[in-house]
């Protein structure tokens, strides 16, 4: 394909598409969790979590190729600068003092059910510390970026202009969590990091921004609940 036609393609990535993407990334997770629920809890008890995450590992491994490959090229390392690389880990400390500070707490109180789903979640990353920061800090934020950031909202500024496409990438991202406790502060998480890539161009920075968040929220939450 020469680079026009290319170009061509990525400017008509429209909102549904991106939604076939995401249904794609949720039944690849769907995939992990029944593995690890029907054969790796119950063959492999006491190494469950760790098949558990090399099965995560592939997964994400293969969404990521076939988005690049499909839906359009994500460039992981195009626009990396030290400038970028700076506003990434201011980033990543902004938003564990907004969200993890200031609205998850506020949170909890309106949602008690929501925040005891979430104690619950806590309770199983302490189970596996290790795994668990590897999936939280990396995995997560690798595939998150690339579908949020690198796909979704870089295709659709295109489509429907920066802003929208903004709003609509941290929209979706907020509820690809699933809790009311997180949703909110995944919503403002997505305004941040999408604001981000609109300003470097680097999902790269995205990932480290993202990834940065995620450990110093993890270290945190480890030191808060010690014998949770």
Same mark, same amino acid.
Request: glycine fraction near 8%; charge should be neutral; charged fraction near 15%.
């Given at each position: 394909?020469? #680079?026009?036609? =290319?170009? +061509?393609?990525?400017?008509?990535?429209?909102?549904?598409?991106?939604?076939?993407?995401?249904?794609?990334?949720?039944?690849? +997770?769907?995939?992990?969790? =029944?593995?690890? %629920?029907?054969?790796?809890?119950? %063959?492999?008890?006491?190494?469950?979590?760790? =098949?558990?995450? $090399?099965?995560?590992?592939?997964?994400?491994?293969?969404?990521?190729?076939?988005?690049?490959?499909?839906?359009?090229?994500?460039?992981?390392? *195009?626009?990396?600068?030290?400038?970028?690389? /700076?506003?990434?880990?201011?980033?990543?400390?902004?938003?564990?003092? %907004?969200?993890?500070?200031?609205?998850?707490?506020?949170?909890? *109180?309106?949602?008690?059910?929501?925040?005891?789903?979430?104690?619950?979640?806590?309770?199983?990353?302490?189970?596996?510390?290790?795994?668990?920061?590897?999936?939280?800090? $990396?995995?997560?934020? /690798?595939?998150?970026?690339?579908?949020? *950031?690198?796909?979704?909202?870089?295709?659709?500024?295109?489509?429907?202009?920066?802003?929208?496409?903004? $709003?609509? #990438?941290?929209?979706?991202?907020?509820? /690809?969590?699933?809790?009311?406790?997180?949703?909110? #502060?995944?919503?403002?998480?997505?305004?941040?990091?999408?604001?981000?890539?609109?300003?470097?161009?680097?999902?790269?920075?995205?990932?480290?921004?993202?990834?940065?968040?995620?450990?110093? #929220?993890?270290?945190?939450? +480890?030191?808060?609940?010690?014998?949770?």
């Amino acid at each position: 394909m020469i #680079s026009g036609d =290319f170009d +061509m393609v990525e400017q008509d990535l429209r909102f549904g598409k991106v939604i076939l993407w995401v249904v794609f990334y949720i039944g690849t +997770m769907f995939i992990s969790a =029944f593995l690890n %629920v029907l054969v790796w809890e119950k %063959v492999f008890e006491k190494r469950a979590a760790l =098949f558990d995450f $090399i099965t995560k590992a592939v997964c994400v491994g293969i969404f990521v190729v076939a988005l690049d490959q499909k839906g359009r090229k994500l460039a992981m390392f *195009r626009n990396v600068s030290l400038t970028g690389i /700076l506003a990434a880990i201011g980033c990543a400390v902004l938003l564990f003092l %907004v969200t993890d500070k200031c609205v998850d707490p506020f949170l909890a *109180r309106l949602f008690p059910q929501s925040e005891g789903n979430y104690q619950d979640a806590v309770w199983a990353l302490k189970q596996t510390p290790v795994i668990s920061a590897l999936q939280v800090c $990396i995995l997560a934020p /690798l595939v998150e970026e690339a579908l949020m *950031r690198g796909f979704a909202l870089d295709g659709m500024k295109r489509t429907y202009g920066a802003a929208v496409a903004l $709003i609509l #990438s941290s929209v979706i991202f907020a509820l /690809l969590h699933f809790n009311m406790v997180q949703t909110l #502060s995944a919503l403002l998480c997505g305004i941040v990091l999408g604001a981000l890539y609109l300003k470097t161009g680097s999902l790269f920075c995205c990932m480290l921004a993202h990834g940065g968040y995620n450990l110093i #929220s993890y270290v945190a939450i +480890m030191r808060e609940h010690p014998g949770l």
